[in-house]
């Protein structure tokens, strides 16, 4: 599972430079292209929108704009797409916090958010100017959009499917195909079966596999139902952008052999937030873990600059397109694979090495919601991805598999079943040697001998900035008139916090708080709130600088609200001078005061 982590790890490392602000300043004031097509509304559905943003309303009771869902089923939500604001994660009552608590648990995103937020939301416009400018052809080859999932969140889902509905020329869009990978979740079965039929005739087509495939041959399984030019791959928990399609489908229109990829925009899992991501591309290291890469200048240097394709080593996985006769002619997936991992390599050294290319288009986006940790194991507890990795470096990576051994040298004799079918594939297809594929297209990947240490990944964008501090000074607790101090050394990280004698002379006892709405404790770590387990005290943690667990929003109303578990600060036991604190539900009591005072 080692190896799981850092794939994560690498994803979070790439988006934590992403700047709150920035995304503040994107989110809010950006307006939306015109879209071409709407999906009908049907009448009768609720509406609802937010106005009132960053003044959290602390009541019990929700504010009546609020949408109140059930615990396990959304209510059939507004037809008109709403706006984010931070109040959606407040937790007003034991239900909210038993949909979060859950969510978090089952999906390993807020869920209350995701519910409230139904599923239409807007979308900040995250293309590139100039991608304003750009004429796409009117006919296009038509699009069967595939989409699997396991247990996903339905509101999750839904949002999924309907912005790709909102926001697709009806003309290009032949079908959406949802795989169901025999999901657990009977709700989401019943409930899903029952939306498609009643709200999503037509174009929606819902197939449910008897047994649990794992995404690679449940993609397999949406490909053979679909009947469109192209096939659109996207993972359950996604939202399209504007004119998302358009940028796609026309180098596939050019050429049959281009595989494309969107820019995969970043929609946090704690908050829901949608941020722009960085223009990067696909690389892996020798742990055969993606990771991605700064575009080298050489793929910038045209005349489109910062719009024009990049061709990419290797591709993230989900988020694809791709003529689907070629698919299907390139060998679709290794079906030998289970469940999870190692099949995005493999398709993109098989693209690259067969004779194909693959391209990211900046002027295509899609957000997608980036989670910690996988909220699934396999049936049988294996490390598929290690299972799968093996047979892509026995099939594809011809001598330098060794490097790979080199870091897993107890995977050399674990066996990775028949790869005879995947070996013959790579015969029909006459394709080039792995060494062409280091030499010619992934010239940055560095070979090492093969005692060398693990490659590091790159993480891009890393520590670009340090966020501007807003205000300085000691956190006093009105109640108690004490001041937030760590327990230990504020040096020290994992520390918990507490209230102790107010010190103004003491370096320790001051918290800078951030444009990035982080509170820094003496300069050193900053207050985290882990968000898996709302039950944990928040604690000194390293500065990510993602927002999420470290967002706190201190506003007139005195109260400390983090937004990611959507409670606030509290002193628990006033009476007590151990002087613990901890998140609870926000309900305006002397308890929750602070004050940052300079
Ligand atoms: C990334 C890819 C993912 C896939 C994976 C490697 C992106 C944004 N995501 O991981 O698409 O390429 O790397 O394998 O590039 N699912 C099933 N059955 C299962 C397990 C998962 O249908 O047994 C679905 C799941 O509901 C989701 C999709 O497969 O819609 C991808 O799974 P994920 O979101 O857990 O993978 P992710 O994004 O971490
Ligand atoms: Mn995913």
């Not at 709130?529 to 109303?557: A, F, N, V, Y």
């Amino acid at each position: 599972m080692g190896s799981v982590t850092l794939r994560y790890f690498c994803y979070g490392c790439l988006f934590t430079s992403v700047t709150w602000s920035l995304v503040l300043f994107l989110y809010f004031t950006l307006s939306q292209e015109s879209q071409p097509f709407r999906y009908v509304p049907i009448p009768g559905g609720q509406s609802s929108s937010h106005q009132q943003r960053f003044q959290p309303r602390f009541t019990r009771a929700p504010p009546a704009d609020l949408p109140r869902e059930q615990p396990h089923r959304p209510a059939v939500q507004g037809r008109k797409p709403v706006d984010l604001s931070p109040e959606m994660g407040m937790i007003f009552n034991e239900q909210d916090q038993e949909i979060r608590d859950m969510g978090c648990h089952k999906h390993a995103f807020n869920v209350l958010i995701s519910n409230r937020l139904g599923y239409h939301r807007n979308l900040p416009n995250t293309r590139n100017e100039k991608c304003k400018e750009k004429v796409y052809p009117l006919a296009l080859p038509s699009a069967s959009v595939v989409i699997c999932f396991f247990n996903e969140a339905f509101s999750a889902l839904l949002r999924t499917v309907h912005s790709v509905l909102d926001r697709t020329p009806a003309h290009v869009l032949h079908e959406i195909i949802l795989v169901d990978d025999n999901s657990e979740l009977v709700d989401l079965q019943e409930e899903l079966h029952v939306y498609v039929r009643q709200n999503l005739p037509g174009k929606v087509k819902l197939v449910r596999n008897e047994k649990r495939e794992g995404l690679i041959r449940g993609r397999v399984i949406g490909a053979s139902h679909a009947t469109g030019e192209v096939l659109v791959f996207l993972d359950s928990h996604c939202e399209v952008n504007e004119m998302w399609l358009q940028p796609l489908l026309t180098p596939i229109k050019e050429d049959r052999h281009t595989v494309v990829c969107p820019v995969i925009d970043i929609i946090s899992a704690d908050t829901l937030v949608y941020s722009p991501s960085p223009i990067v591309r696909g690389g892996f290291n020798w742990g055969l873990h993606f990771k991605w890469d700064p575009v080298p200048l050489s793929e910038l240097n045209n005349p489109d600059g910062a719009i024009a394709p990049i061709r990419s080593p290797t591709m993230a996985g989900g988020l694809f397109a791709m003529d689907r006769k070629y698919f299907n002619e390139l060998g679709q997936y290794d079906s030998g694979m289970d469940i999870w991992g190692g099949e995005n390599l493999e398709i993109s050294f098989r693209i690259w090495m067969c004779g194909g290319q693959l391209l990211i288009l900046p002027c295509s986006r899609v957000g997608h919601i980036f989670r910690k940790r996988r909220p699934y194991g396999s049936p049988g507890g294996q490390d598929t991805m290690a299972h799968n990795s093996l047979r892509l470096a026995h099939v594809w990576m011809d001598e330098y598999k060794e490097q790979y051994f080199a870091l897993r040298p107890e995977l050399r004799t674990r066996s990775y079943g028949d790869i005879g079918e995947r070996l013959a594939v790579r015969k029909r297809l006459q394709c080039h040697s792995f060494r062409w594929y280091l030499d010619n297209i992934y010239p940055e990947m560095q070979v090492s001998a093969p005692h060398n240490k693990a490659q590091q990944p790159v993480f891009v964008n890393k520590g670009l900035r340090r966020p501007k501090v807003l205000q300085r000074g000691r956190l006093r607790n009105l109640q108690v008139d004490r001041c937030l101090a760590a327990q230990g050394r504020p040096s020290q990280k994992g520390s918990m916090v507490v209230v102790k004698a107010c010190d103004p002379n003491d370096p320790e006892q001051e918290w800078a708080y951030d444009e990035e709405y982080e509170l820094i404790l003496a300069g050193l770590l900053c207050l985290d709130m882990s968000e898996i387990r709302s039950s944990d005290p928040p604690r000194l943690m390293k500065c990510h600088g993602s927002g999420g667990s470290q967002q706190w929003t201190l506003g007139k109303s005195n109260r400390l609200y983090q937004v990611s578990v959507g409670q606030c600060l509290a002193v628990t036991d006033p009476l007590s001078h151990k002087g613990y604190v901890a998140m609870a539900i926000c309900d305006g009591s002397q308890s929750q005061q602070w004050q940052l005072e300079e």
